[in-house]
T-cell receptor
Framework: QQQVKQSPQSLIVQKGGISIINCAYE??????FPWYQQFPGKGPALLIA?????SEKKEGRFTISFNKSAKQFSLHIMDSQPGDSATYFC???????????FGKGTKLSVKP | GAGVSQSPSNKVTEKGKDVELRCDPI?????LYWYRQRLGQGLEFLIY????????KSGLPSDRFSAERTGESVSTLTIQRTQQEDSAVYLC????????????????FGPGTRLTVT
């Protein structure tokens, strides 16, 4: 059973455009939703995270939108740059249980 | 400051051999996690250590996999009698103890150990 479903698998965006990656979850007990960015040969790095008591969180060009009733959350990258080209993973967890449940990842390519 | 470190960065082993992978967490982080990432896939949780509590081993795929942690420092993941399907990148992460403060729960990942079983 895949608890966190991520789409699309790959995404190509022109420089300056908006990149949107979506995730859906099943377990309503999840209370922490981070996004990770991973470059080839590197470990994932935390990009931004949200808790279900807010519907949106913005940090620079990165925004998480959260829809609790639909059990969905998404990452928006504004003014996408070639340096944003990486694989992005959404995740979810029940904080008291510790481990993260990851989506399968989205490979983003930003064309100059 | 120093991040999470893992060694070796690459390991090639023959089917049937045992391997040990090492993780050095960020100093002061009481929680430590092991994940497995198969090629082109997301991360699969393996095991979680939190302070002196019994580890959460619910993600270990078989009894060939085991892990230990010395106090709140180094951890080793051991895979016995390796199989080709064990080939993956093994990632370690650490965090401050979950306490309700968002910043304390952030997991910081090491660069991983790429294991290839031939």
């Amino acid at each position: 059973q895949q608890q966190v479903k991520q789409s699309p698998q790959s995404l190509i965006v022109q420089k300056g455009g908006i990149s949107i990656i979506n995730c859906a979850y099943e377990n309503t007990a999840f209370d922490y939703f981070p996004w990770y960015q991973q470059f080839p040969g590197k470990g994932p790095a935390l990009l931004i995270a949200i808790r279900p008591d807010v519907s949106e969180k913005k940090e620079g060009r990165f925004t998480i939108s959260f829809n609790k009733s639909a059990k969905q959350f998404s990452l928006h990258i504004m003014d996408s740059q070639p340096g944003d080209s990486a694989t992005y993973f959404c995740a979810a967890s029940i904080e008291s249980q510790g481990n993260l449940i990851f989506g399968k990842g989205t490979k983003l390519s930003v064309k100059p | 400051g120093a991040g999470v470190s893992q060694s070796p960065s690459n390991k090639v082993t023959e089917k049937g051999k045992d391997v040990e992978l090492r993780c050095d967490p960020i100093s002061g982080h009481t929680a430590l996690y092991w994940y497995r990432q198969r090629l082109g896939q997301g991360l699969e949780f393996l095991i979680y250590f939190q302070g002196n509590s019994a580890p959460d081993k619910s993600g270990l795929p078989s009894d060939r996999f085991s892990a230990e942690r010395t106090g709140e420092s180094v951890s080793t993941l051991t895979i016995q009698r390796t199989q080709q399907e064990d080939s993956a990148v093994y990632l370690c992460a650490s965090s401050l103890a979950p306490s309700g403060r968002t910043s304390s729960y952030e997991q910081y990942f090491g660069p991983g150990t790429r294991l290839t079983v031939t």
